[in-house]
């Protein structure tokens, strides 16, 4: 199986733990059914899986951003540093009410990131 097909099998398996935790009505045992999957696969998929998290730190769904930068935090995953840094610069430009929570959080996760990579 191709790298591409692969990533989008597993990409589709996240949107189906998602989907089944929310029409449960329980859209918080998605990130913690994420998690569990994330720490199940193997070293081949963990990369395709980081790539997948990576994309979804810049996405328009805050369902998405929310459950990656979760897993980013829970499994330090340092590949995803430039997306976090184009959503603080995004997040620099935003004057909604959350605006200066999220970048004052996406701040954090760069700094621990950053810190643990030294």
């Given at each position: 199986m191709?790298?591409?097909?692969?990533?989008?099998?597993?990409?589709?398996?996240?949107?189906?733990?998602?989907?089944?935790?929310?029409?449960?009505?329980?859209?918080?045992?998605?990130?913690?059914?994420?998690?569990e999957?994330?720490?199940?696969?193997?070293?081949?998929?963990?990369?395709?899986?980081?790539?997948?998290?990576?994309?979804?730190?810049?996405?328009?769904?805050?369902?998405?951003?929310?459950?990656?930068?979760?897993?980013?935090?829970?499994?330090?995953?340092?590949?995803?540093?430039?997306?976090?840094?184009?959503?603080?610069?995004d997040?620099?430009?935003?004057?909604?009410?959350?605006?200066?929570?999220?970048?004052?959080?996406?701040?954090?996760?760069?700094?621990?990131?950053?810190?643990?990579?030294?």
């Open positions: 191709k790298k591409e097909e692969s990533k989008k099998l597993l990409e589709q398996e996240w949107e189906n733990i998602i989907a089944d935790a929310e029409s449960a009505k329980d859209s918080p045992r998605a990130t913690i059914n994420l998690m999957n994330y720490k199940s696969l193997d070293t081949g998929r963990r990369l395709l899986a980081d790539q997948i998290i990576a994309e979804w730190i810049t996405s328009k769904d805050d369902g998405k951003r929310f459950d990656a930068l979760a897993l980013v935090e829970k499994f330090n995953i340092r590949s995803a540093l430039p997306q976090l840094r184009a959503l603080e610069v997040l620099k430009n935003r004057t909604g009410p959350d605006a200066y929570y999220q970048l004052e959080k996406v701040r954090r996760k760069i700094k621990k990131l950053e810190s643990e990579s030294v």
